[in-house]
């Protein structure tokens, strides 16, 4: 039952990142938006953390850059300027 739930884990994670590119393929999410950083992170990190149990040391350097890469789109997201609506004056 312990590794199902580990699998599970690896799986989600896995279609998470899947999910956030097919986004971004099909141009239904704009890559510097926080949905796709967050769904990104997540996803990674739910695939580092079967990886702590099922370890395989390409995939785990993997992960920790697509964990670091994430962040930095987040912290970019989150230190943006507002763009002022040209609406709104």
Known sequence: ???II???IGMLGTLMVVLAYTLLQFERIDPKSLSYNVINLVGAIFL???LCFNFNLASLVIEVFWIGASMIGLWRHWHRPMVKDHFTS
């Open 1 to 3: 039952m312990h590794d």
């Open 6 to 8: 580990i699998d599970a």
């Open 48 to 50: 580092f953390f079967s």
